[in-house]
């Protein structure tokens, strides 16, 4: 157990809806990232948050958003949800932002779009 | 840009024989690599990391990597593969966001 945690692990949605995905990240850790896993595209960066403030963007659509709240915790948005959108997304943690940060990742949401 | 590959994407290996899975990079400067494992329904855990420093890194599980430069690799082994290895194996580099290979799966017969 990395100590991040996901929620839901699980979600089945239609084209065109929006969902939110949930990331607590361990205890004291203030990097949050978010990592689409799928079939065609592998393992992708999506965005990062630094205590607050977005630090890194990376191929993340515009359909997708992302903030850190105050107490640390993430939500990833994704809207009008095509069915490429289907993926694992994964969230990850780690104490600083620098090169060479371990990240922790957690469980991943299996996000499928019907 | 920055990017990893594993030119492996499966592994078929014995119970108790050794293992090694391939990862090369493309960077300019010395890079921060990584390995993870990915078992059946988990998040990725982290193995072991190279900086600097010594090119042969020891990891958790009874992994360890070493880092070539004039080869452009970073490969993960183990002497003797355990029937609990069997997942997928990602390699990455850090270039203030993890790249990751493609990832190599390892099955492991008895």
Avoid at chain 2, 65 to 90: C, G, I, M, T
Wanted: proline residues 4%; negative net charge; glycine residues 10%.
């Amino acid at each position: 157990d990395s100590g991040v945690t996901q929620t839901p692990k699980h979600l089945i949605t239609a084209t065109g809806q929006r969902v939110t995905l949930r990331c607590s990240p361990r205890s004291g850790d203030l990097s949050v990232y978010w990592y689409q896993q799928s079939l065609d595209q592998g393992l992708q960066f999506l965005i990062q948050y630094y205590n607050g403030e977005e630090r890194a963007k990376g191929n993340i659509l515009e359909r997708f958003s992302a903030q850190q709240f105050p107490d640390l915790h993430s939500e990833l948005n994704l809207s009008s949800l095509e069915l490429g959108d289907s993926a694992l997304y994964f969230c990850a943690s780690s104490v600083g932002m620098g090169q060479g940060t371990e990240q922790y990742f957690g469980p991943g949401t299996r996000l499928t779009v019907t | 840009a920055q990017s990893v590959t594993q030119p492996d994407i499966h592994i078929t290996v014995s119970e108790g024989a050794s293992l090694e899975l391939r990862c090369n990079y493309s960077y300019g400067a010395t890079p921060y690599l990584f390995w993870y494992v990915q078992s059946p329904g988990q998040g990725l855990q982290l193995l072991l990391k190279y900086f600097s420093g010594d090119t042969l890194v020891q990891g958790i599980k009874g992994f360890e990597a070493e880092f070539k430069r004039s080869q452009s690799s970073f490969n993960l082994r183990k002497p003797s593969v355990h029937w609990s290895d069997a997942a997928e194996y990602f390699c990455a580099v850090d270039d203030y966001k993890l790249s990751f290979g493609a990832g190599t799966t390892v099955t492991v017969r008895a």
